[in-house]
């Protein structure tokens, strides 16, 4: 719905201070392209906010993300209510922790992308399901999944040789997955490319 002029600067305000990668210019041009994407979005949501599809669609023509469970597991990073839909607060807050994030915030992020079940710990069949679209499989494989599995193996091991107190559960807390992305920033995205690039 169309909001008024001093509602949008409440809006703008509100979101400069809560979403604080971002000046009050960028907020603006951020709640732009949200009532844009929400305008042309024919969802159920017209007005409020847009769906998964529309939310993935925006994502993969912004920033070139294609995985499908990566930007699933991200749509719900952003839908913070969990009700299918994201509003322009979540939008914005979401876009700051994915485009300007600290480490610290990066790092509670991609956890929490790739604990699909939300327990608290990234567990080796979660690692497999993150995995397994990220090897190119050739039509001569007999066993692919054995790939991904071979995978999931060498990133324990190295997540495991990063620090000392790792239980050889075969599951990351987030203090385990934070220790050994603090020690190697390449581990931030070990399990699937859930940020942008640099460009």
Same mark, same amino acid.
């Given at each position: 719905?169309?909001?008024?002029?001093?509602?949008?600067?409440?809006?703008?305000?509100?979101?400069?201070?809560?979403?604080?990668?971002?000046?009050?210019?960028?907020?603006?041009?951020?709640?732009?392209?949200?009532?844009?994407?929400?305008?042309?979005? &024919? &969802? %159920? !949501?017209?007005?409020?906010?847009?769906?998964?599809?529309?939310?993935?669609?925006?994502?993969?023509?912004? !920033?070139?993300?294609?995985?499908?469970?990566?930007?699933?597991?991200?749509?719900?990073? !952003?839908?913070?209510?969990?009700?299918?839909?994201?509003?322009?607060?979540?939008?914005?807050?979401?876009?700051?922790?994915?485009?300007?994030?600290?480490?610290?915030?990066?790092?509670? @992020?991609?956890?929490?992308? @790739?604990?699909?079940?939300?327990?608290? @710990?990234?567990?080796?069949?979660?690692?497999? %399901?993150?995995?397994?679209? &990220?090897?190119?499989? %050739?039509?001569?494989?007999?066993?692919?999944?054995?790939?991904?599995?071979?995978?999931?193996?060498?990133?324990?091991?190295?997540?495991?040789?990063? @620090?000392?107190?790792?239980?050889?559960?075969?599951?990351?807390?987030?203090?385990?997955?934070?220790?050994?992305?603090?020690?190697?920033?390449?581990?931030?995205?070990?399990?699937?490319?859930?940020?942008?690039?640099?460009?």
């Amino acid at each position: 719905a169309a909001m008024s002029r001093k509602g949008v600067k409440l809006l703008v305000d509100s979101l400069t201070r809560s979403a604080k990668h971002f000046n009050k210019s960028e907020v603006e041009c951020l709640i732009n392209l949200f009532d844009t994407v929400v305008a042309r979005a &024919s &969802s %159920q !949501f017209a007005g409020v906010g847009f769906d998964r599809t529309v939310f993935r669609d925006t994502l993969h023509s912004a !920033f070139g993300m294609t995985d499908d469970v990566v930007l699933d597991r991200v749509f719900s990073t !952003f839908d913070r209510d969990n009700n299918g839909c994201i509003t322009v607060v979540e939008w914005v807050e979401g876009l700051a922790v994915l485009l300007r994030g600290t480490l610290e915030e990066k790092m509670k @992020y991609c956890f929490a992308v @790739y604990d699909l079940n939300g327990d608290g @710990y990234i567990s080796r069949e979660e690692m497999f %399901q993150m995995l397994k679209n &990220s090897l190119l499989i %050739q039509p001569a494989d007999e066993e692919p999944d054995e790939g991904v599995k071979d995978l999931v193996e060498i990133a324990l091991k190295k997540m495991a040789s990063i @620090y000392l107190d790792y239980d050889h559960d075969g599951k990351l807390s987030f203090e385990d997955f934070e220790k050994a992305v603090r020690d190697e920033k390449l581990l931030l995205e070990a399990f699937g490319p859930c940020l942008p690039d640099i460009k």
